[in-house]
């Protein structure tokens, strides 16, 4: 059973800085890739960014590019999302998805989100 937990959320200013952190327990971290998702209030759950499995290789929804940094560390088993000059359209509750792909269906995993609100 891998369980997967996102931390870091909280209330920030509009301009500011918040870094999430994801952490996979069950199995070895290296052998997912990560992807964040983020879900407001009365919207559908959107994409945010994704990285490869290996940490090397990273991709952005066009509103958080030059904004947010994602990244992932297989030695300390974590991965995280800094989130920078975040404005009110990013209030949502953040999510960290594991998944591993080879032959058949990924296995994906979900964490149980952590609320992120940018307000002042």
């Known amino acids: 059973q891998v369980h997967v937990v996102e931390s870091g959320g909280g209330l920030v200013q509009p301009g500011g800085s918040l870094r999430l952190s994801c952490t996979t327990s069950g199995s070895i971290f290296s052998r997912y890739a990560m992807d964040w998702y983020r879900q407001a209030p009365g919207k559908q759950r959107e994409w945010v960014a994704g990285?490869?499995?290996?940490?090397?290789?990273?991709n952005y929804r066009d509103s958080v590019k030059g904004r947010f940094i994602i990244s992932k560390d297989n030695v300390e088993n974590a991965g995280f999302l800094q989130m920078n000059t975040v404005n009110p359209g990013d209030t949502a509750v953040y999510y960290c998805?594991?998944?591993?792909?080879?032959?058949?269906?990924?296995?994906?995993?979900w964490g149980p989100g952590t609320q992120v609100t940018v307000s002042s």
């Open positions: 998805r594991a998944q591993s792909c080879s032959i058949g269906p990924c296995d994906e995993y």
């Open positions: 990285i490869n499995k290996e940490g090397t290789i990273a």
